[in-house]
């Protein structure tokens, strides 16, 4: 149950992660005030890594800044080693052991 739980979570956030990358292409067409560098950024690294990527590829937004073109994939890599030491720590938690 807990893990079904984490799933859903990261999974909205991804969906969060990916409008916030939407909303400030949207506000940066129109001339409007942005939503913060430093926010994308943090929103990526929290587990939002996917939905950043693909936000970023979708609406072709930040691709041309280099901070991003290495910091968001960057950031998609730890997300998956830390989805991998979740998913590794419930199933030593089930199973009583790590090989078994």
Known sequence: ?????????????????FALYGIDKRKAQKGNRRV???????CSFLMGGLGAFVGMAFFR??????KFRILVPLSLVLNI???VLILNH????STGGFFT
């Open 1 to 17: 149950m807990p893990l079904l739980f984490i799933s859903f979570a990261v999974g909205i956030w991804n969906i969060i992660t």
């Open 36 to 42: 913060r560098e430093n926010t994308l950024l943090l």
């Open 61 to 66: 937004h930040k691709t041309k800044h280099l």
């Open 81 to 83: 080693v830390v989805a």
């Open 90 to 93: 419930f199933e030593i938690s």
